[in-house]
């Protein structure tokens, strides 16, 4: 099996990307979207300018405009931008058509059944990859609670998906066996009180790395 990547996401500051990289995480997530997770252009920059080589900086938007998004991924500059709203296949078509890298977020509600969720993805086909997390009402995203992994079982062969929504180091090895994505991402899981804890970001790796080493 490939090497499974982690996305720790929310992340406000160097010192924290740091400590995602130094773990192991393949990418560290920015928010520009409303949220308390939210960073400025200044913030993500210095983030951004601090990653060392092969570690991707990935910008979140909820329903911006395609000129926002385009100028703060080349500005920042931002290796991918993630689309967290209600934007039409067409926008995602419009960005790559720029030369982005492009993930579309699906949310999964707890009465979705597989087909449904198998055609919201098949609506983003043209996306770099599909992020799948847990739909909440009035929250775009961020809020600590898993999705039913089930609507989402045989979705990693047709296109890459990123799981997310609740996952923390003691649960990541059930979604990885159960859905065998492409990457995961977290946020909530790797904090304590509010921020990133540093030991949380190192066991959600770890726990990632340790179900890869069991599957040889």
Do not use: N
């Not at 045989?154 to 990885?176: H, W």
């Amino acid at each position: 099996m490939s090497r499974v990547r982690v996305k720790i996401c929310g992340v406000q500051d160097p010192a924290t990307a740091g400590v995602a990289a130094s773990a192991g995480a393949d990418a560290v997530g920015l928010v520009f979207a409303e949220s308390r997770r939210r960073v400025t252009v200044a913030q993500a920059t210095a983030i951004a300018r601090a990653l060392p080589p092969f570690v991707a900086a990935v910008g979140v938007f909820v329903d911006a405009p395609l000129e926002e998004v385009l100028a703060l991924a080349h500005g920042v500059p931002l290796d991918a931008v993630q689309l967290h709203g209600e934007e039409s296949p067409e926008e995602v078509e419009a960005l790559r058509a720029q030369g982005l890298r492009v993930i579309k977020a699906v949310r999964v509600g707890a009465g979705d059944t597989a087909a449904a969720v198998a055609a919201a993805v098949e609506r983003y086909a043209r996306a770099s990859a599909i992020l799948l997390d847990t739909r909440v009402e009035g929250v775009a995203g961020g809020s600590g609670r898993p999705f039913p992994w089930a609507a989402g079982e045989g979705l990693s062969t047709r296109i890459p998906i990123i799981v997310s929504g609740g996952l923390r180091a003691e649960t990541v090895a059930d979604a990885l066996t159960r859905l065998r994505p492409y990457a995961v991402d977290v946020s909530s899981g790797v904090e304590r009180e509010g921020r990133k804890d540093p030991e949380a970001i190192r066991a959600f790796v770890a726990a990632v790395r340790a179900w890869e080493c069991a599957q040889r």
